[in-house]
T-cell receptor, first 116, second 109 residues
Framework: GAVVSQHPSRVICKSGTSVKIECRSLDFQATTMFWYRQFPKKSLMLMATSNEGSKATYEQGVEKDKFLINHASLTLSTLTVTSAHPEDSSFYIC????????????FGPGTRLTVL | EDKVVQSPLSLVVHEGDTVTLNCSYEVTNFRSLLWYKQEKKAPTFLFMLTSSGIEKKSGRLSSILDKKELSSILNITATQTGDSAIYLCARSSNYKLTFGKGTLLTVNP
């Protein structure tokens, strides 16, 4: 149980284009999903928290107009990197929580974004 | 100041050795302490420790939360090459996780 998928696993795009990453909870309803970013040899940095049906809450320093998050259902959240630039190249990981009193988050396999 | 500090940053051992990984955390709004294992992709959940559950064990892995010292340890006994990974400690506050930098464990045959 507690499986989270991400798609695509790897994407290469040209500078200026937009990229959408999907995160799905496969066997549970995720009231809250989280988006992280991880640079090489660095830890996970939380970008934003999204609750189903409401606007995402972004961490300090994360541009909400650049990283658009939609949490349209209890099993799907999307992150769109708009007008991507090479400095946006990173490993993006989502996680999902069933909410309630649990703090446990289950992570997707991640998406490697390379912007040329 | 980092809210979650892990040590050592890296560790190399031989198969069969026992290792202890350390994590210290800030107490403000603390809810729980989680351990994850990260291999090539995203982290996989190992343990969650709270005030009401300060010791967890699963096979060769075990973890203890020391509320007085604001720290936690992750023990791995009889290590195997498959234990090689980055072990991440995360502190939960307001349902958000703050991760430490991780400990890179390498287990050599």
């Amino acid at each position: 149980g507690a499986v989270v998928s991400q798609h695509p696993s790897r994407v290469i795009c040209k500078s200026g284009t937009s990229v959408k990453i999907e995160c799905r909870s496969l066997d549970f309803q995720a009231t809250t999903m989280f988006w992280y970013r991880q640079f090489p040899k660095k830890s996970l940095m939380l970008m934003a928290t999204s609750n189903e049906g409401s606007k995402a809450t972004y961490e300090q320093g994360v541009e909400k107009d650049k990283f658009l998050i939609n949490h349209a259902s209890l099993t799907l959240s999307t992150l769109t990197v708009t007008s991507a630039h090479p400095e946006d190249s990173s490993f993006y990981i989502c996680s999902a929580s069933s909410g309630g009193r649990t703090d446990t988050q289950y992570f997707g396999p991640g998406t490697r974004l390379t912007v040329l | 100041e980092d809210k979650v500090v892990q040590s050592p940053l890296s560790l190399v051992v031989h198969e069969g050795d026992t290792v202890t990984l350390n994590c210290s955390y800030e107490v403000t709004n603390f809810r729980s302490l989680l351990w994850y294992k990260q291999e090539k992709k995203a982290p996989t959940f190992l343990f969650m420790l709270t005030s009401s559950g300060i010791e967890k064990k699963s096979g060769r892995l075990s973890s203890i939360l020391d509320k007085k010292e604001l720290s936690s340890i992750l023990n791995i006994t009889a290590t195997q090459t498959g234990d090689s990974a980055i072990y991440l400690c995360a502190r939960s506050s307001n349902y958000k996780l703050t991760f430490g930098k991780g400990t890179l464990l390498t287990v050599n045959p």
